[in-house]
């Protein structure tokens, strides 16, 4: 019980920092999230942990939160400025992968204190390459997917009273799309296939928890938008 309480506040700190950070700067605060979400959500990856049941990482909120920012920046600034938000987080993600390899490449002080921060960072940011890639695919095919099917529910049902219906119908099929591209490329051909059925269930089913969970996120960011109570400058 304890690790779902930790996991539930998580995902309300995560979703009130978005908020905040749109109510506070705009839509730049929007993009400013989106290296942090992205960054932070590839560190905790290595997080294991037991949640309803299953085993999962802890990267999960925030990286599912980045389709929370991208249907926010879709409803109240269109296509265009939720498609830079994913370029942002895709850049993100590549610059700190690439930086943190050459990073822990160097020789570490040999002082006992210095190795074992060292030796620490070095665990975090050792990434797979093979794992890295699938990210880095599963991502931009994903969050690209998402801008465009919510456009699309959007132009069909563009109702204020449907906003629901265009950020829990885009998020849970991008997401569906994205753990699918992730699971084939990461894992194909390392585990079994009843192995990859279940990594790829317990966890779509944790995504699709925070994804339902951010409805009432983003009717407050369409009503600070229309009510013109953001500090956007732009």
């Given amino acids: 019980m304890r690790n779902i309480f930790l996991w539930f506040l998580m995902l309300m700190i995560n979703f009130s920092c978005i908020t905040f950070f749109y109510k506070k700067f705009g839509k730049t605060g ?15 990856v ?25 249907d926010i920046l879709s409803e109240n600034y269109g296509r265009e400025d939720a498609s830079t938000a994913v370029k942002i987080g895709f850049f993100s993600l ?8 050459v990073a822990i490449s160097f020789t ?34 994903s969050q690209f997917h998402d801008v465009w099917l919510y456009e699309v529910i959007r132009n069909k049902f563009p109702s204020v009273k449907y906003l629901w219906l265009r950020n829990n119908g885009s998020t849970l099929i991008s997401q569906l799309l994205d753990n699918f591209i992730f699971t084939i490329i990461a894992f194909y051909g390392v585990y079994p296939l009843e192995v990859l059925i279940q990594i790829f ?8 928890i925070v994804a339902i969970c951010d409805t009432p996120f983003i009717y407050l960011a369409e009503y600070l938008f ?8 732009n």
């Fill in 108 to 141: 570490p002080l040999d002082v006992p204190e210095g190795l074992e921060m060292f030796n620490g960072v070095k665990a975090i940011f050792s990434l797979m390459p093979r794992l890295a890639f699938a990210s880095v695919v599963a991502y931009l095919i």
């Fill in 226 to 233: 229309r009510h013109k109570l953001i500090s956007d400058k």
């Fill in 201 to 208: 269930i317990s966890t779509y089913i944790i995504k699709s």
């Fill in 94 to 101: 590549f610059s700190m992968t690439a930086i943190m390899q």
């Fill in 46 to 70: 290595v997080m294991l942990v037991r949640l309803f049941g299953m085993d999962a990482t802890l990267g999960n909120i925030l990286y599912a939160g980045g389709f929370l920012v991208t």
């Fill in 30 to 44: 929007l993009y400013a999230w989106v290296p942090i979400s992205t960054i932070l959500a590839n560190v905790q």
